[in-house]
């Protein structure tokens, strides 16, 4: 299920001139409210994207993630806030005319309709010439992999065919915004990563700006170019892939994305935060985490962990991981915290293993109120 | 989401076949012969009473052509208007208010529950005074007969695939409401849709207490009226209206199920309509 070399070259420049036309429109959301009934979902949300972006949305169900998709794409109102798509608000033109493309979670294909049919449909809307239609329908679906299934009906399509088929269908349009509303979470892991990766090159390729909603945390940081981790409504941080995970803004995104430990540490004010006897430097919204008792968030390479008798904790599992082996400690007072070691180093450690377990300090950490 | 498919939607005939008979036990068989020693008796019972003689006869008898084009026309107009009203009715239902839904099934159960006698006395009220007094007032009394049935149909339609999201994709593609009802909904309702009319276009053939309340010659009241003159030719009628609803009814079930099987729809059969569950095909890559 690799995508068409030939999309590169000579159904690509057919493409190109059908799916790429519209590229790249900047994406402002301003202030976004939304409540439904006494359920505030969407809480002040402000996003700009850049033209030819790839931002996700990060969250749990409930955020408000999906909310903020579909007010884009024109089928939710916002109660306060606006949307601007290329220096226009779109508040007053209905989903019909707003020239997004959209890939929905479920799959939306046309049942009546062959792949080609469905992908043709938007430029059926638009009046394009039927010769000229099927010929820019058919090069999309060359460039999913899927121009010999041009004929077939939904009903005869796997999942991903189905999906590879709507994100022609969405493309086909030459879309100034392409909405993605979770549109892997219905595969299986295998094809997932497969459409994944088909989706990035695409857009890539196409350079159209594209608002991704997810709730898998592993498709965000591998396709986006930054990613919003949104909680309650509101957007808890923006950042690229790295930064998010390497210099989370607070708690809930440093144990949203990734695995966090928490330790036991004592905060005295300022920037340093004592932990597992050692002064380490914080980093983060930590203005209103008060001076006393708190916890230290580390990630499992943040910490490291050697086999010495009488050390302060014990290995109670271990998880290959690849070159990696992720190991469960149970430090003193019942503090499970989760460490990452070479596997050819973590031979030995085993659960039952006493261990010391350590904070190099040289990286800076977050801290929270204590759980 | 379930990831097996039936035979009959990858369209292999033969598997299918297999399957229904290795599927179908002794006792189903007694059931079906048991009924069809329950339906077939009385049919053969009045093919003997009637004789071939009198069904040559059926049709040259006065009154006989304009009782059968009555309810035919009656049926059109119940069909299509039926239609027309219960298919955006119900997709705005499902989509705009699905809150409304119960109160839906409530309100349209009423025809079943409320006598002829009052439907009749509530449409006269209500009616045109152009209207009173003609076979079309029928058609629209029938309308309110056949909405129940229609309603179910269309619901459980609806109820098979993801309308709003179909709409939504629609939406987002270009395609304003009417073109979004025309080319999507409509197409993916076929099922529903014949289901409901044919369950009208039976209801209306059969129909008589209200016909026969309002004064009109349907073919129904015509047989029961020539049922004073001649019985053997007053059964031949009956079997034969019988059999042109039931050759009438296969034609419409045909020509649907064909195209619905195409699409992987459900079948549409003179009882019930098949679940259209759309099951996809497992991951085939």
Redesign the interface.
Known sequence: ?TMNAAAGTEAGGSVRGAAAGGAGAPVVLDSLSRSFGAVRALDGLSLDIAPGELVALLGPSGCGKTTALRIV???EFADSGSVIVDGTDVAPV?????????V?Q???????MSALDNVA??LR??KIAPGERAKRATALLDMVGLAPQARQ??????????QRV?LA??LA?EPRVL?LDEPLS???A??RL?LREQIRTLQQRLGTTTLFVTHDQEEALSMADRVGVMKDGRLEQIATPSELYSRPATAFVAEFVGTMSRIPGNYSGGDEVTALGRNVPVHGEHASVSPGEVDVLVRPEGLTVEAVTGGNGIVTDRTFLGSLTRLSVLLSGDIAVKVDKTSTAATDLVPGTSVQVSIPGTEPVLIAERA | ?A?VATAE?LGTQAPRSAARRRGWPVWRWAILLIAAIYFGIPLYAGLKFAGFKAFTQVTSYPQFGSAFALSLRLAVIATVLTLVLMVPTTVYVHLRLPRVRRAMEAITILPIVIPPIVLIIGVLKVAPGWLIGTPDLLGLEYVILAMPFAYRSLDSGLRS??VK??V?????????WP?TLW??VI??L?TAILSATVLTVALVLGEYTMASLDNFQTFPVWIVNFEQNSGPVSVAASLLALFVTWLLLMLIVTLGSRRAR????GEVTLFSVSTQT?Q??????
């Open positions: 299920m794409a024109g089928f209905p989903a019909a005319k707003r020239d997004m493309g959209m929905f479920s799959y939306s294909l046309f049942p009546n449909f938007g809307m638009r009906y939904p009903h005869q399509l796997s999942g991903g065919q189905q709507a269908r969405a349009i909405l219905a595969l299986d295998k094809v497969q | 989401m990831t939607q695939f993801d999201t179909l939504e994709a629609s939406n987002s593609l270009g395609a304003g073109t080319r999507v197409p993916n076929r195409k699409h992987g729809g759309r996809i095909v497992g991951e085939a890559e």
